[in-house]
C-alpha cells in the first residue's frame, strides 16, 4: 500500500499532538523543531501548518510562528454552521446519485452500533464522520467535498469533547432517518441532513 505524501504524513503527525494533549491552546508549534524530531526539511512541516492555518486550527504571528487557537464555543457552532450548509447541498446533489443504495451507510451505522455497546467513543466518532462522509463524497462536487474536509470534522469534535468537554451526540438512532431518506431518495434529504448537524451545534453549545 502507498504511503500517505508527506505533507500529509506531517498534518496528521500535528493533528495527533493536538489531540492528545501535547499542544494545547497558546502553545507555539515550532517548526524547525518538528522538522527536526520527523528528520525532515521544514518545508512539508511549513506545508502541513499552513493547512492547519486554513482548519482555524492554529494561527500565525510575525517573528512568533504559529500557535494553537483557542477553542471556543462560538468558534464551534460557527463550525457547525457551515459544516450544515455544506451537507444541505451535498445531500440535494447525493440523493439522486446514490440511487437508493444505502450499503455504506449501514455499514457505518452497524459500526457506530458496535462501538456504542463496547464504550469506544473514539470508534463512534469515526464511524459518524465516516458515515457523513460517505453521503458528502457521493454529491460529485469536488469543491465542495474539499471544503468540508478542510473543516475537519472529526478533529473539532474531538477537540470539543476534549478542551470544552461537550458531549458526544453521534449516535446511531439519529442516523437511521438519514439512511431512510437516502432509501427512498428523498428530495428533502439536504434539509434533513441539515437540521441533522445544527441539532449537534445546539447541544453542544448548550452543554458547553
Known amino acids: 500500500m502507498?504511503?500517505?505524501?508527506?505533507?500529509?504524513?506531517v498534518r496528521g503527525f500535528l493533528l495527533e499532538g493536538?489531540?492528545?494533549?501535547?499542544?494545547?491552546?497558546?502553545?507555539?508549534?515550532?517548526?524547525?523543531?518538528?522538522?527536526?524530531?520527523l528528520g525532515i526539511s521544514q518545508a512539508p512541516v511549513r506545508e502541513a501548518l499552513r493547512e492547519l492555518q486554513g482548519m482555524q486550527l492554529v494561527e500565525g504571528a510575525p517573528n512568533?510562528?504559529?500557535?494553537?487557537?483557542?477553542?471556543?464555543?462560538?468558534?464551534?457552532?460557527?463550525v457547525y454552521q457551515v459544516r450544515a450548509a455544506l451537507e444541505r447541498r451535498a445531500g440535494e446533489?447525493?440523493?439522486?446519485?446514490?440511487?437508493?443504495?444505502v450499503?455504506?451507510?449501514e455499514r457505518e451505522l452497524a459500526r457506530m452500533r458496535e462501538a456504542a455497546r463496547e464504550g469506544d467513543m473514539e470508534r463512534q466518532l469515526r464511524s459518524a464522520v465516516a458515515f457523513h462522509r460517505v453521503i458528502v463524497h457521493a454529491c460529485g462536487n469536488e469543491?465542495?467535498?474539499?471544503?468540508?474536509?478542510?473543516?475537519?470534522?472529526?478533529v473539532w469534535t474531538r477537540l470539543s469533547l476534549r478542551w470544552l468537554r461537550t458531549g458526544l451526540h453521534e449516535n446511531a438512532e439519529?442516523?437511521?432517518?438519514?439512511?431512510?431518506?437516502?432509501?427512498?431518495?428523498?428530495?428533502?434529504?439536504?434539509?434533513?441532513?441539515?437540521?441533522?448537524?445544527?441539532?449537534y451545534a445546539s447541544r453542544s453549545t448548550a452543554e458547553g
Open 2 to 9: 502507498e504511503r500517505a505524501p508527506l505533507p500529509e504524513r
Open 103 to 105: 450499503t455504506a451507510l
Open 143 to 154: 469543491v465542495l467535498i474539499r471544503h468540508w474536509e478542510l473543516l475537519g470534522v472529526e
Open 18 to 37: 493536538l489531540l492528545t494533549g501535547r499542544w494545547g491552546p497558546g502553545d507555539r508549534i515550532v517548526e524547525r523543531r518538528v522538522a527536526t524530531e
Open 93 to 101: 446533489l447525493a440523493s439522486r446519485r446514490l440511487a437508493g443504495d
Open 174 to 199: 439519529d442516523h437511521e432517518a438519514v439512511v431512510e431518506a437516502v432509501r427512498r431518495q428523498d428530495p428533502y434529504l439536504g434539509r434533513l441532513l441539515e437540521l441533522h448537524v445544527l441539532e
Open 64 to 78: 512568533r510562528g504559529m500557535r494553537v487557537r483557542e477553542l471556543s464555543l462560538s468558534r464551534l457552532r460557527d
